[in-house]
C-alpha cells in the first residue's frame, strides 16, 4: 500500500464518526507525526508505506475511533506559535486561551515596567500560559502551581524544550493555608475548573472519557468556587496597580464579575472571537 492510499483509508475510516473535513484535518496531523512528510508530500505520495509506519498509523487509528482526542493520540499540540507536550493528565490548549494570552500581553506592553512584571499562574496543566507569558516577556518573573504532579511534570517538560525559566509549585490553591507559600504579585492569570459535575453527561464524549476531570470539573454546590479564592487571595498578594485575567463559563460571566466586585474589584468582560462572553479583567479599586 502506499503513502498516498494509506491516507485515504485513514480518512475514510475516520469518516465515520466525523465530518469530512475534521476526519481530514485529523488525518493531516496524524501523517505528519508519523511520517514526517508535509502534507503535500504525503497527500499524492506513491512510495510503499514501511511495517513501522503502517503499525503505528494502525494503533493512532484505533484510538482515534474511540474518540480520543488527536492530540493525546501524538502527544502534542500547537498554541501561541508554539508546539507543546500534551497527555491524559492535562487539558488540551484551546484557542481561547490563546486570546486571553494575546489580551494579557498587550496590556503589559503598554506598562512602565513590563518588563519587571511578576506574575502567578493558577492550574499550570500543560503549562501553555506560563510559559507564553514567559517567552514573550522574558524578564517577568513567572510563578505557576496546580494540585496535580502529573501535570506539573508535563509542564516542567514543556518549559524545558522551550527554554522558559518558571517556577513550578505544587499545590491545592483551594486550601488558604496554602497561600503563605505564596508571595506577591503583579498579574495574577488562571483559567480554572468551572463546569458543574452535574454536567458531565453534557460533556462531548472526546472530552468527558479522555481529558482530566480535575481540570474541568467542579463541585455542584458551588461552580465558582475557584474564582472566589483568587478574588480573596487577590486582596492581599496583588501589588498596587495589579491586575486578574481568568477564563470561564460563557454562562456564568455576569456572576463571576459579581465576585470580583464583591472584593472591590472592578471587572471587564471580554468576549472571544466567536462573541461569547469568556474572559474578565479584574483591577483592584
Request: aromatic share 10%; glycine share 4%.
Amino acid at each position: 500500500m502506499t503513502i498516498s492510499e494509506a491516507y485515504k483509508n485513514f480518512i475514510k475510516s475516520l469518516n465515520h464518526i466525523y465530518p469530512l473535513g475534521e476526519a481530514t484535518a485529523i488525518t493531516d496531523l496524524v501523517f505528519e507525526k508519523t511520517t514526517g512528510l508535509q502534507k503535500w508530500e504525503f497527500r499524492e505520495n506513491k512510495d510503499g508505506i514501511s511495517p513501522d509506519e503502517g503499525n503505528g498509523l494502525s494503533n493512532k487509528l484505533k484510538e482515534l475511533l474511540l474518540n480520543k482526542p488527536v492530540q493525546y493520540v501524538i502527544g502534542e499540540s500547537w498554541f501561541y506559535k508554539r508546539k507543546f507536550h500534551v497527555n491524559e493528565h492535562v487539558l488540551i490548549p484551546r484557542p481561547e486561551t490563546e486570546e486571553l494570552i494575546e489580551w494579557i500581553i498587550i496590556d503589559c506592553k503598554k506598562t512602565s515596567n513590563q518588563n519587571t512584571l511578576n506574575f502567578l499562574e493558577i492550574g499550570t496543566g500543560s503549562g501553555c500560559i506560563p510559559i507564553s507569558i514567559k517567552l514573550e516577556m522574558p524578564l517577568s518573573k513567572v510563578t505557576s502551581l496546580d494540585v496535580s504532579h502529573d501535570a506539573l511534570k508535563v509542564a516542567m517538560q514543556n518549559a524545558e524544550n522551550l527554554n522558559a525559566k518558571i517556577e513550578f509549585i505544587q499545590l491545592d490553591f483551594l486550601n488558604e493555608n496554602s497561600w503563605k507559600a505564596l508571595g506577591d504579585y503583579d498579574i495574577i492569570v488562571s483559567n480554572p475548573p468551572y463546569i458543574p459535575f452535574d454536567q458531565l453527561q453534557d460533556m462531548p464524549k472526546n472530552v468527558r472519557d479522555f481529558e482530566p476531570a480535575v481540570a474541568l470539573f467542579v463541585d455542584n454546590n458551588d461552580p465558582f468556587i475557584f474564582y472566589k479564592k483568587i478574588a480573596l487571595f487577590a486582596k492581599t498578594h496583588l501589588n498596587k496597580n495589579g491586575k486578574i485575567y481568568v477564563e470561564l463559563n460563557e454562562k456564568y460571566a455576569e456572576e463571576v464579575a459579581l465576585i470580583f466586585k464583591s472584593q472591590s474589584f472592578t471587572a471587564r468582560i471580554k468576549n472571544d472571537f466567536y462573541g461569547k462572553e469568556r474572559m474578565i479583567r479584574a483591577t483592584l479599586t
